[in-house]
């Protein structure tokens, strides 16, 4: 008797676990309010547990789940990268590659996107000597990067702008970092994939990045 409560104890508050986990951030915290921030398994599609994955949690404002991009693709450190002819975007140059979130997976991603409402994601363009949102010598958009989505849908100072959260390349003249952010109610043009740089080349300029995770509410 004891273990048929426990049985569906944990189908109405998974615990978070790899072999009990809930199906988002938010069910985990309605199980369990007294758990805090954190690492934890969830299953967006609820199918068998070999498909379940880690996302941090944040329960600091409402419930949040984080999916945080592959390592591999999650950042790159100030590099002078060579341009060659025309501008392209990042997973296009010698070296470059697609940001990839291959721990979750096409249906969970799915699943999570119809589970949610909103979601938002970070991205950092670190920088030197090279213009990353505004451009302080010209009073000029016209060097900024641009940023897709996974529906390959762009996010740049044209149209469908980021929040810029900080702009300290727009010197040009410095070693900083421009951070921005995307937060949209269209779930499918998120998480982002590439982004397309356009300041390098010239002697003394170098550019990485820093990627943030896909939290969604």
């Not at 072999?19 to 969830?42: K, M, Q, V």
Request: glycine share 8%; hydrophobic share 30%.
């Amino acid at each position: 008797m004891y273990s048929i409560r426990r049985d569906i104890r944990n189908l109405k508050e998974p615990s978070g676990s790899k072999n009990n986990p809930p199906r988002t951030c938010r069910d985990l915290f309605a199980g369990h309010p007294n758990y805090e921030s954190g690492w934890y398994w969830i299953d967006p599609n609820l199918g068998h547990v070999s498909d379940a994955f880690k996302v941090y949690c944040n329960k600091t404002i409402v419930a949040e789940t984080c999916v945080y991009p592959d390592s591999h693709a999650s950042k790159m450190p100030n590099i002078p990268w060579l341009k060659e002819g025309s501008i392209k975007w990042f997973s296009n140059l010698r070296g470059g590659f697609k940001f990839t979130y291959d721990n979750v997976g096409i249906v969970q991603m799915t699943f999570l996107r119809l589970m949610h409402a909103e979601a938002r994601q970070n991205f950092t363009y670190t920088c030197i000597n090279s213009v990353g949102w505004y451009n302080l010598e010209n009073y000029s958009h016209g060097l900024s990067i641009s940023i897709m989505g996974s529906n390959e849908q762009a996010f740049g100072s044209e149209s469908n702008q980021p929040t810029v959260i900080y702009d300290g390349c727009r010197s040009r003249h410095s070693y900083s970092k421009t951070v921005l952010e995307v937060v949209t109610s269209k779930l499918h043009q998120l998480p982002l994939v590439d982004f397309l740089p356009q300041d390098y080349g010239l002697p003394n300029q170098a550019f990485g990045f820093e990627l943030g995770p896909v939290c969604f509410t």
